[in-house]
């Protein structure tokens, strides 16, 4: 599942990144339309890499993850999050002027935030995806998922409506391994709705 989510990322980065070099100047509906997908784009990974800070973090150290691999992991989040503030701000800026050339900035944040961030994503899934195979029956690691699992439902929905948008096969079938197929088609159905209505359209054509 973790993979999935990165591949969620990487891939939303490269919609950016493509959809901002393809920026027509003064179009405010489409600025307005990769504004919305941003927001919500900035929230899940805000999420994520915090939510790993609070949640993974410790239970990866009780499982015999070092101290100096987890402090690795957290420079890396800080990088990401100081990449994602200005990614933020040029963002705000394009949003409001719609500008080719803003939009130009904005992309050249994009590059800074997707550099930093699959930099992290790599490291990570080498040095802690193996952990989290050989330690995936551990208490720790069971009472982690649980913690990633809680959570206003509406939010959940949205995070699975968004994990598949044009989800790989194998992502798919990490959200069922870990999910039950009915809880994902009742409660991304329902409680979906918004990101399909209102984020899910900016990727279309």
Do not use: C
Not at 85 to 108: L, V
Not at 133 to 162: C, L, N, R, V, Y
Not at 193 to 198: A, G, L
């Amino acid at each position: 599942m973790n993979k999935a989510i990165h591949g969620a990322i990487r891939r939303d980065l490269e919609r950016f990144l493509d959809a901002l070099e393809k920026f027509s100047d003064g179009d405010r509906a489409r600025a307005g339309q990769l504004a919305t997908a941003w927001t919500h784009f900035d929230f899940e990974l805000t999420r994520h890499h915090e939510g790993e800070h609070e949640i993974a973090w410790p239970a990866l150290a009780a499982v015999g993850v070092s101290k100096e691999l987890i402090a690795a992991m957290d420079a890396e989040h800080d990088a990401m999050a100081a990449a994602l503030t200005e990614a933020r701000g040029e963002m705000a800026k394009f949003a409001a002027s719609a500008s080719a050339q803003d939009a130009q900035s904005a992309r050249a944040a994009m590059t800074r935030l997707q550099e930093v961030t699959v930099s992290h994503l790599d490291h990570e899934e080498a040095e802690l995806e193996p952990v989290y195979h050989a330690k995936k029956d551990t208490p720790e690691i069971k009472e982690m998922g649980k913690k990633f699992s809680k959570g206003p439902i509406s939010q959940g929905g949205q995070w699975m409506a968004w994990m598949q948008d044009g989800a790989t096969e194998e992502m798919k079938a990490a959200m069922t391994r870990d999910i039950p197929a009915p809880v994902v088609k009742i409660v991304g159905g329902i409680w979906g709705r918004s990101y399909r209505r209102n984020v899910a359209p900016v990727w279309k054509g």
